[in-house]
């Protein structure tokens, strides 16, 4: 197992974080899973006896060392959208003692008006430098944890929510380890405004050394880099104008946290070459969409908990019932891992991505395939969730119906070993393979029908994701699109 690389500046090594680590497809999962070595700040704070004014005085030299003049305190919305708000380094000290308030009304899914005071409270694990920033003015980022004036952590913060469930499932020895794969697209802009003109024409693995897409995926490499990232690739995907970088395994908390800072970093770069980076799940009629495939493994003791030599495909029990936990609530999670209207554009038969429920360890049409790696490689990927999700709460159902499928042993249906878009509508009825939900409001009805899933989230979390359903999918119903008026304007 390749050690986490450190990234320097001044004199002071900063792990960022021992969790990230790029990788292209078919990677050895062997050196996917990371080592779970802590930041240096969070090793400061425990060989003090968990002192948090040793913490402190720790993060206040370090931005003093590497100059650091402003500082961008970010988390997530309940959409997932990245918000943030710049605050002078002085002001640091602040942060970490008592937070930094903010109007949470005006956060979309927060609180209500009447209150709607939040706190922001920064971590220091995930202290990381701007690389593009000026090196005489520097700017440096810190992910937060919301809570109220009370003290208390907002049980809408998305964030908190996926802590949560990560802290019952180490409660019964196990660490929730996933990798997600990011797929965008890079367009032109027009008159300063994002568009859907194409970039360039290429496709998988295609190589335009004249194309400013190359230029944006250079800038990504060595930013990310910079930010203390392994990378090993990135790639051109199968759509004309579309791009691929991949995540190792980590811990699911750090792994969210790189999904909102690789979206942040991608749009921004792509804007100071012109471009416009999207994560919309499918922006171009007639090519494939933009998906977040997510590996995922249990380990226990040290081990790779999916993995027994003696079962089944190699599979253990908790594999096969973690799989199975998935599959009984995945409408539900659809609603969480797919939430625009636009997702359902993508989960439709004939651009790659899944649309029958299902799991295989044979073929990669299925919607939970399990890659052919064993031993510490084993691990479970989900295809259908797009890079449009909020991380943290996507991450959280699957663990939160995974792990009932372990604890109650839900036994799985039979590995579908056909490529299924191949067999007929009779064929699929005769496996009991059924089809995800075909719109974004039967995938907003399955969450609410779905009690683990609108226990883990919360009442106040289900109630915003179901208004912000219900208005996105009245909107769209009251829309007269171009299609429909090219079909019926003239004919009726």
Same mark, same amino acid.
């Given at each position: 197992?390749?050690?986490?690389?450190?990234?320097?500046?001044?004199?002071?090594?900063?792990?960022?974080?021992?969790?990230?680590?790029?990788?292209?497809?078919?990677?050895?999962?062997?050196?996917?899973?990371?080592?779970?070595?802590?930041?240096?700040?969070?090793?400061?704070?425990?060989?003090?006896?968990?002192?948090?004014?040793?913490?402190?005085?720790?993060?206040?030299?370090?931005?003093?060392?590497?100059?650091?003049?402003?500082?961008?305190?970010?988390?997530?919305?309940?959409?997932?959208?990245?918000?943030?708000?710049?605050?002078?380094?002085?002001?640091?000290?602040?942060?970490?003692?008592?937070?930094?308030?903010?109007?949470?009304?005006?956060?979309?899914?927060?609180?209500?008006?009447?209150?709607?005071?939040?706190?922001?409270?920064?971590?220091?694990?995930?202290?990381?430098?701007?690389?593009?920033?000026?090196?005489?003015?520097?700017?440096?980022?810190?992910?937060?944890?919301?809570?109220?004036?009370?003290?208390?952590?907002?049980?809408?913060?998305?964030?908190?929510?996926?802590?949560?469930?990560?802290?019952?499932?180490?409660?019964?020895?196990?660490?929730?380890?996933?990798?997600?794969?990011?797929?965008?697209?890079?367009?032109?802009?027009?008159?300063?405004?994002?568009?859907?003109?194409?970039?360039?024409?290429?496709?998988?693995?295609?190589?335009?050394?004249?194309?400013?897409?190359?230029?944006?995926?250079?800038?990504?490499?060595?930013?990310?880099?910079?930010?203390?990232?392994?990378?090993?690739?990135?790639?051109?995907?199968?759509?004309?104008?579309?791009?691929?970088?991949?995540?190792?395994?980590?811990?699911?908390?750090?792994?969210?946290?790189?999904?909102?800072?690789?979206?942040?970093?991608?749009?921004?770069?792509?804007?100071?070459?012109?471009?416009?980076?999207?994560?919309?799940?499918?922006?171009?009629?007639?090519?494939?969409?933009?998906?977040?495939?997510?590996?995922?493994?249990?380990?226990?003791?040290?081990?790779?908990?999916?993995?027994?030599?003696? #079962? &089944? $495909?190699?599979? !253990?029990?908790?594999? @096969?019932?973690?799989?199975?936990?998935?599959?009984?609530?995945?409408?539900? *999670? /659809?609603?969480?891992?797919?939430?625009?209207?636009?997702?359902?554009?993508?989960?439709?038969?004939?651009?790659?991505?899944?649309?029958?429920?299902?799991?295989?360890?044979?073929?990669?049409?299925?919607?939970?395939?399990?890659?052919?790696?064993?031993?510490?490689?084993?691990?479970?990927?989900?295809?259908?969730?797009?890079?449009?999700?909020?991380?943290?709460?996507?991450?959280?159902?699957?663990?939160?119906?995974?792990?009932?499928?372990?604890?109650?042993?839900?036994?799985?249906?039979?590995?579908?070993?056909?490529?299924?878009?191949?067999?007929?509508?009779?064929?699929?009825?005769?496996?009991?393979?059924?089809?995800?939900?075909?719109?974004?409001?039967?995938?907003?009805?399955?969450?609410?029908?779905?009690?683990?899933?609108?226990?883990?989230? #919360? &009442? $106040?979390?289900? !109630?915003?994701?179901? @208004?912000?359903?219900?208005?996105?999918?009245?909107?769209?119903?009251?829309? *007269? /699109?171009?299609?429909?008026?090219?079909?019926?304007?003239?004919?009726?």
């Amino acid at each position: 197992m390749s050690s986490f690389p450190e990234i320097h500046h001044g004199k002071i090594v900063i792990c960022l974080d021992s969790n990230l680590t790029f990788i292209i497809h078919h990677h050895s999962y062997m050196s996917m899973v990371s080592d779970e070595r802590k930041s240096p700040f969070g090793s400061l704070a425990a060989s003090h006896g968990g002192d948090r004014a040793e913490l402190i005085d720790a993060v206040l030299k370090q931005l003093e060392n590497d100059n650091v003049r402003s500082v961008l305190l970010q988390f997530s919305d309940m959409v997932g959208k990245p918000k943030n708000v710049a605050i002078p380094t002085k002001q640091m000290k602040k942060a970490l003692t008592e937070g930094i308030s903010f109007d949470g009304s005006s956060i979309q899914g927060f609180a209500r008006l009447e209150e709607s005071d939040m706190v922001l409270r920064p971590e220091p694990a995930t202290y990381q430098i701007i690389p593009w920033s000026d090196e005489k003015y520097r700017v440096a980022r810190f992910i937060c944890d919301v809570y109220t004036t009370r003290g208390e952590p907002f049980i809408g913060d998305p964030r908190y929510i996926l802590r949560q469930q990560l802290e019952k499932a180490a409660k019964l020895g196990y660490t929730f380890n996933v990798g997600p794969e990011m797929e965008f697209f890079l367009f032109r802009m027009v008159n300063g405004h994002p568009s859907v003109e194409l970039q360039d024409h290429g496709g998988y693995f295609d190589q335009t050394p004249t194309d400013p897409g190359e230029d944006v995926r250079r800038d990504l490499v060595t930013s990310l880099s910079e930010m203390g990232f392994d990378i090993e690739a990135s790639h051109h995907e199968v759509a004309p104008s579309q791009h691929e970088i991949d995540f190792t395994y980590g811990n699911a908390l750090a792994m969210a946290d790189k999904v909102v800072t690789f979206k942040f970093v991608a749009k921004t770069l792509a804007l100071h070459r012109g471009l416009h980076a999207t994560f919309m799940a499918k922006p171009v009629y007639g090519i494939n969409g933009s998906g977040m495939h997510v590996n995922c493994s249990l380990m226990k003791d040290g081990q790779n908990a999916f993995f027994d030599p003696e #079962g &089944e $495909h190699q599979l !253990s029990d908790t594999a @096969r019932h973690f799989i199975a936990g998935i599959l009984k609530h995945i409408d539900a *999670i /659809t609603r969480i891992a797919n939430p625009t209207v636009n997702s359902y554009k993508r989960l439709i038969p004939g651009y790659e991505a899944p649309v029958y429920v299902g799991w295989s360890a044979m073929n990669r049409s299925a919607l939970i395939r399990v890659p052919s790696s064993r031993g510490k490689s084993t691990r479970a990927e989900l295809r259908s969730p797009d890079p449009t999700c909020n991380p943290y709460l996507t991450f959280a159902v699957m663990l939160a119906a995974g792990m009932e499928g372990v604890t109650q042993k839900i036994e799985p249906p039979e590995s579908v070993d056909k490529n299924i878009f191949r067999m007929s509508a009779e064929e699929r009825a005769a496996e009991g393979i059924r089809c995800l939900p075909w719109s974004l409001h039967e995938a907003n009805t399955a969450l609410m029908n779905d009690s683990l899933l609108c226990s883990v989230l #919360g &009442e $106040h979390v289900v !109630s915003q994701i179901n @208004r912000l359903g219900e208005l996105e999918w009245g909107d769209f119903s009251k829309h *007269i /699109t171009d299609w429909e008026l090219n079909r019926y304007l003239a004919t009726y």
